[in-house]
């Protein structure tokens, strides 16, 4: 499998934006699709947006609400989610993933460890 690997979290204030970044090591990336995620403490993971590498189509959890944007880089083998206007709800260890490209998280099989996002109000 393809190693992935997140960057770009941090402590950000309310209404503030970050860039993180999912970068395949080793080789170029082998599924259809990657998703980003977020896990707040006490509660359960979550899909916020799905890109599929191929033709770029891109789909976002309801309550995303255009705040984020999810788009490639395939000549760097990364994949990056805009965060924008974050709020303190969005404290959450934000992962990256890669499968099949469906709206669930079942449909992914191989993660990275997590970048944590922290928003202060």
């Known amino acids: 499998q393809v190693q992935l690997v997140e960057s770009g979290g941090g402590l950000v204030q309310a209404g503030g934006s970050l860039r993180l970044s999912c970068v395949a090591s080793g080789r170029t990336f082998s599924s259809p699709a990657m998703g980003w995620f977020r896990q707040a403490p006490g509660k359960e993971r979550e899909l916020l947006a799905v890109?599929?590498?191929?033709?770029?189509?891109?789909f976002y959890a309801e309550f995303v609400s255009g705040r984020f944007a999810i788009y490639r880089d395939n000549a760097k083998n990364t994949v990056h989610l805009q965060l924008v206007n974050l709020e303190p709800e969005g404290t959450a260890m934000y992962y990256c993933?890669?499968?099949?490209?469906?709206?669930?998280?079942?449909?992914?099989?191989?993660w990275g460890q997590g970048t944590q996002v922290t928003v202060s109000s």
């Open positions: 993933a890669d499968g099949l490209g469906t709206a669930t998280i079942g449909g992914y099989d191989n």
């Open positions: 890109i599929n590498l191929r033709s770029g189509t891109t």
